[in-house]
Nanobody, 120 residues
Framework: QVQLVESGGGLVQAGGSLRLSCAAS????????MGWYRQAPGKLREVVAIIESGGTTNYADYLRARFTISRDNTRNTMYLQMNSLKPEDTAVYFCAAGRAESGSYYWDYWGQGTQVTVDS
């Protein structure tokens, strides 16, 4: 089992920045990919960014210019730096952990989510 705990969400003014963290614990050696997803009210959950154990990153194209995913393997923690935030970035942000296999991702674990609210 792997436990994921997100932190860093909150209320921010449009144009501001936030950094989300996702701390992983447990059987982390089974994990080869981690990612951030978000879900706004009334909308489906969508991918934000993914990082593989080898460092490969993937982003939702329309977020690439403003968001940066990273990880600190010494702390078993993944981060999402979000800049130039817009009201439409308001959502619950979820951390996911799982496997990267043959070009696909399989998410075995999810965090509880952290709320990000961007005020215009």
């Amino acid at each position: 089992q792997v436990q994921l705990v997100e932190s860093g969400g909150g209320l921010v003014q449009a144009g501001g920045s936030l950094r989300l963290s996702c701390a992983a614990s447990g059987n982390i050696f089974s994990i080869s990919a981690m990612g951030w997803y978000r879900q706004a009210p009334g909308k489906l959950r969508e991918v934000v960014a993914i990082i593989e154990s080898g460092g490969t990153t993937n982003y939702a194209d329309y977020l690439r210019a403003r968001f940066t995913i990273s990880r600190d393997n010494t702390r078993n923690t993944m981060y999402l730096q979000m800049n130039s935030l817009k009201p439409e970035d308001t959502a619950v942000y979820f951390c996911a952990a799982g496997r990267a296999e043959s070009g696909s991702y399989y998410w075995d674990y999810w965090g509880q989510g952290t709320q990000v609210t961007v005020d215009s």
